[in-house]
């Protein structure tokens, strides 16, 4: 990686801002890759055929460059904690252990459980926490999305936007997926729940809840990946939702345009985002793309090729809402490389950054809210403050809400308290919603020995509950 200009490594600056050359990894380095022409990688085909699904083949891949305590480890997670099966398009493979082979024995190994895009793409056994590998209070739909279905797959959470989930698929599947519930195959610790209507029924409901309900103006339109729709029936619900005259913000949620950023350079569909966009432009409705990058890394030549291709179409903006993980970008540094990587290297606005949802076996990548809070604080002052993303907590049954935000926390049981200012859509009646409490829960390793016994008796008192 080449550095262009080196600003403020000398001012004792606690983050030494320089502009660095975006570089796509040589993939030839990988032993099952060596002939792998650069046509053959920036076609979308060859990526969707040759992604990694399982441990052979990524053992197919990797050959004896990764010890086999690593497979073994791989292989014992997938069969024991999982929340999602393995898809690992050859575009985001590459971006793990960028830079060079590291030499000697076994070093391969370490520097790839050190890798922060396989610490949360290739999750193994040994990265979860054995104490509590999950928080007692976890759940599969963490977010209540399902509780608050209008028509199948569509949430109304906000007073004036809705999510709706056209799929359950991706192209790329992440080991924290907050919609773990439904998105992805069924692994051996998750049996995964079904749309129940067909395609077309589900999104013709979609479409008319939102004709007669003019409060909604703002669809996120998410799945799973948009990118995973074939693209004409994502151009005719698009364009089915543009004609629906409350409807002012459209976002497309697709992680592929840095997973799989050939999906969003063919020709067709780019032809179809400009026929998209420019309707969109004559209606006044703002359309915009969302992706998901976690890491530097991830921001690769042919992720800024995708993200220019989309605003030469005439999208309003691509914006980035990543997860804040540990292990993988919790850290000042790592932030802002990763912010001004989306912002100078490709255009893409830094929006977001949400704390990982409280969904089973993700303390390990959880961090606590004092930790968020330290973040936000930290990264402020560097970025435009129009690119400077919010930390934000997805409280259950409340929202996003910034960090800071907070109304009341425990630290020493690591319970935080939030309220609202909007009723969700199952809460009309609901005579305490404005004025209730929520809570969530810090990572239970985090908190002081006093908070962990705390947990820990309450954890046994409601095991004998369970068995009187
Ligand atoms: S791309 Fe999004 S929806 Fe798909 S697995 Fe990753 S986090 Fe989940």
Request: with cysteine; net charge negative; glycine share 6%.
């Amino acid at each position: 990686m080449s550095i262009e200009t080196s600003i403020g490594l000398e001012t004792g600056q606690p983050y030494p801002y320089r502009r660095v050359e975006l570089v796509e990894p040589d993939w030839t380095r990988f032993p099952g890759w060596r002939d792998v022409t650069r046509a053959e990688w920036e076609s979308v085909q060859w990526q969707r055929a040759h992604c990694v699904k399982n441990v052979k083949q990524l053992r197919d891949l990797m050959g004896d460059l990764i010890d086999e305590r690593f497979y073994a480890d791989l292989e014992r997670d997938q069969r024991e904690r999982a929340t999602m099966s393995m898809l690992v398009p050859p575009q985001m493979v590459n971006t793990m252990v960028p830079h060079a082979v590291p030499a000697g024995p076994g070093s391969f190994t370490e520097a790839f459980y050190g890798d922060p895009l396989r610490h949360y793409m290739i999750p193994v056994f040994s990265d979860r926490r054995t104490d509590w590998p999950s928080h007692p209070y976890a759940s599969r739909d963490s977010l209540h999305e399902h509780d608050m279905w209008v028509a199948e797959g569509l949430t109304h959470r906000y007073p004036t936007k809705v999510l709706a989930e056209l799929l359950p698929t991706c192209p790329q599947y992440c080991g924290h997926c907050t919609r773990m519930d439904l998105v992805g195959n069924s692994t051996p610790a998750v049996d995964k729940l079904k749309f129940l209507a067909k395609p077309n029924d589900r999104l013709e409901a979609m479409l008319d809840y939102l004709r007669r309900t003019p409060a909604v103006r703002d669809v996120v339109v998410s799945g799973g990946d948009v990118a995973n729709m074939p693209w004409p029936r994502l151009e005719a619900f698009v364009t089915a939702l543009l004609e629906v005259e409350n409807i002012r913000d459209i976002r497309l949620a697709t992680k592929a345009l840095v997973g799989l950023p050939q999906h969003w350079l063919q020709d067709d569909v780019r032809a179809g985002m400009e026929r998209v966009a420019g309707l969109a432009r004559a209606r006044g409705v703002s359309l915009a793309i969302h992706t998901h990058a976690n890491h530097a890394h991830s921001v690769t030549p042919l992720v800024a090729d995708a993200a220019r291709a989309m605003l030469e179409a005439g999208v309003r903006d691509v914006r980035n809402q990543g997860v804040l993980l540990d292990g993988v970008n919790a850290d000042p540094h790592a932030l802002l490389d990763l912010c001004f990587a989306l912002l100078d290297g490709a255009g893409v606005m830094p929006y977001y950054f949400y704390m990982c949802d409280m969904i089973p076996a993700a303390e390990h990548w959880r961090v606590s809210l004092a930790d968020a809070q330290r973040l936000q604080t930290a990264i402020m002052g560097y970025l435009p403050g129009f690119a400077t993303p919010r930390i934000v907590c997805d409280v259950p049954f409340v929202g996003k809400r910034w960090v800071h935000q907070v109304t009341t926390y425990d630290t020493e049981r690591g319970v935080s308290g939030w309220t609202k200012n909007y009723r969700t859509s199952i809460e009309a009646t609901d005579a305490e919603a404005l004025t209730r409490t929520y809570e969530y829960y810090d990572p239970i390793h985090t908190l002081p020995e006093s908070g962990q016994d705390w947990w820990r008796r309450r954890a046994g008192l409601d095991a004998q509950l369970a068995l009187t």
